[in-house]
Every structure is written in structure tokens, then in C-alpha cells.
């Protein structure tokens, strides 16, 4: 069974940083596009930043660039996502993601963690 277990979600004010974390199981990273997903309240789900396995790419929403890396340690299988310089419009609830089928960038991937929520303060 695949499982995706996000953590490293919290409450801080405008400027600050956060590190969010996705252990995997079930699967070998190193074989799957990764990801990570946000949803504000109210508003869509949208594509925050991902790594495909088939061109090597790493994709980021216009609105995190400069700001948000992510990465993976296919040792530990986990994946990262740090982000600085966080903005009262990066509250959102936070989902690491994953696809064996990659197809490069944002699209309905087919594993989701259940989430961890980011609060941003100003």
C-alpha cells in the first residue's frame, strides 16, 4: 500500500520559513514524479512545485519561484519542500504527491498524503 505522510506544517509570521516533509511508503521515490499541492481556504487546489522523473524538470507555481525549493533523498525516501520568505497567500493546506505514470508538471496525480496545514501571519 502506498502511503504519503506530510509533516512540517505550522503557524508563522509573514518572512518566515518552513520545511515540509513527505515520507514515503509503499514505493521507491526515485521512481515516481513527486510533488506537492496546495489548497486555500476557498479557493482551488493549485500546483506549488514537483520533480519529473522523465525529463529531470522541476516545476514551480509562477507565485512560489525564487521562493520555495523542493527536493528528495531517495535514500531516506522522503521529499522536501523549503520555503522562505512565506506570504499570507501561501496559508493553504499542504499535500505531497506522487505518480508512477509521470506526465511532467501539475496534473491529477494518482497518490496524495492527507495533508498538513501552513498558516502565515502578517
Known amino acids: 500500500e502506498v502511503q504519503l505522510q506530510a509533516s512540517g506544517g505550522g503557524s508563522v509570521q509573514a518572512g518566515g520559513s518552513l520545511r515540509l516533509s513527505c515520507a514515503a511508503s509503499g514505493l521507491n521515490l526515485e521512481d515516481y514524479a513527486i510533488g506537492w499541492f496546495r489548497q486555500a481556504p476557498g479557493k482551488e487546489r493549485e500546483g506549488v512545485s514537483c520533480i519529473s522523473v522523465v525529463d529531470g524538470v522541476t516545476y514551480y507555481a509562477d507565485s512560489v519561484k525564487g521562493r520555495f525549493t523542493i527536493s528528495s533523498d531517495n535514500h531516506k525516501n522522503r521529499a522536501y519542500l523549503q520555503m522562505n520568505s512565506l506570504k499570507p497567500e501561501d496559508t493553504a493546506v499542504y499535500y505531497c504527491?506522487?505518480?508512477?505514470?509521470?506526465?511532467?508538471?501539475?496534473?491529477?496525480?494518482?497518490?496524495w498524503g492527507q495533508g498538513t496545514l501552513v498558516t502565515v501571519s502578517s
Open positions: 504527491v506522487a505518480d508512477y505514470d509521470d506526465q511532467s508538471g501539475f496534473y491529477e496525480y494518482e497518490f
